[in-house]
């Protein structure tokens, strides 16, 4: 199974909408998207910015996208405590993460994948009920694919595709892909958002999304993409193929966004 992950467009957040710059950024990210193979389902968020990157690509497809609410921004508050740092902010409402360094580095129990929502900050805005129901959206729909996560937080895979790393040592690297193999593998692909997006890779690859909100960042239009690898028989475990890819940008002479990051963005051949 494939999971492309696509950032909606440069943001013009107050309208939830897309700015100019991020019409283009879509322009290309649809030529893009268009030549994929085999896209099983597209699933989007419910914000007017994710479905305005979607809607050149699903009309182009002839394809309709199916809209889940778990997929939204994963922009919720909580409170920051009175010793915050900033103490202009101490004691404020705040979006749960974008946190300062001296602040987010105090609390070991940020970079634990079981406990983060048990940490004092996010206990004081409830944050594990919005991720318990993101990590039950992608579960579901993971399920309904044959994709079932177990107690051990990996998944059983209902009706396994033969594959020849069953039978062969483990000991080496393939370096044929199992992949092309079976061409007709189950590809989704989500139209979402920076937040949400961390936070199902997280779940899937075992990590706090604390850790990949704070230390990554993916530009607008960026894509994401996750495989199964299922080197047993009936198990599969999500890994990571490439992170935030935007060589549509840079091929088609489009500057990368810096949207939600803090530094500057290296451009290449622009």
């Given amino acids: 199974m494939r999971l492309i992950f696509i950032r909606h467009g440069d943001p013009d957040y107050e309208h939830d909408d897309l700015t100019e710059k991020g019409k283009r950024e879509v322009e290309l990210l649809t030529k893009r998207v268009c030549k994929w193979q085999n896209i099983t ?10 479905k305005a990157t979607a809607a050149p690509s699903l009309k182009a497809l002839g394809k309709e996208a199916i809209t889940f609410d778990w997929l939204q921004e994963f922009k919720y508050n909580t409170k920051l405590p009175r010793n915050y740092p900033d103490k202009k902010l101490a004691g404020k409402d705040v979006m749960c993460w974008d ?19 048990d ?23 993971l399920a309904e694919y044959g994709y079932i996560r ?14 020849h790393n069953w039978n062969e040592p483990l000991f080496r690297y393939h370096l044929k ?4 193999d079976y061409p007709e593998e189950t590809t989704l692909v989500f139209f979402c958002h920076l937040g949400v997006m961390f936070t199902i890779i997280a779940h899937l690859t075992g990590l706090s999304p604390m ?4 230390g990554f960042y993916v530009a607008p239009t960026s894509i994401t993409v996750l495989n199964s690898e299922e080197r047993f028989k009936g198990q599969a475990w999500f890994r990571v193929e490439r992170l935030g890819d935007t060589n549509h940008l840079t091929n088609g002479g489009e500057r990368i966004s810096s949207s939600g990051y803090f530094a500057d963005v290296l451009q290449e051949n622009i």
Avoid at 120 to 141: Q, R, S
Avoid at 177 to 180: A, G, H, M, T, Y
Avoid at 211 to 214: F, H
């Fill in 119 to 141: 940490s004092t900050f996010m206990k004081a805005g409830n944050i594990k009920k919005p991720y318990k129901m993101v990590c039950d959206g992608i579960d579901g729909l």
């Fill in 99 to 117: 946190l300062e360094p001296e602040f987010y580095t105090s609390d070991k129990k940020f970079f634990d994948k079981d406990k983060w929502t």
């Fill in 41 to 50: 389902q597209i699933y989007q968020s419910p914000m007017g910015r994710a």
């Fill in 177 to 180: 892909s199992v992949k092309d």
């Fill in 211 to 214: 850790q990949l909100w704070q």
């Fill in 150 to 163: 177990n107690k051990k937080n990996f998944y059983d895979v209902k009706s396994p595709v033969p594959n």
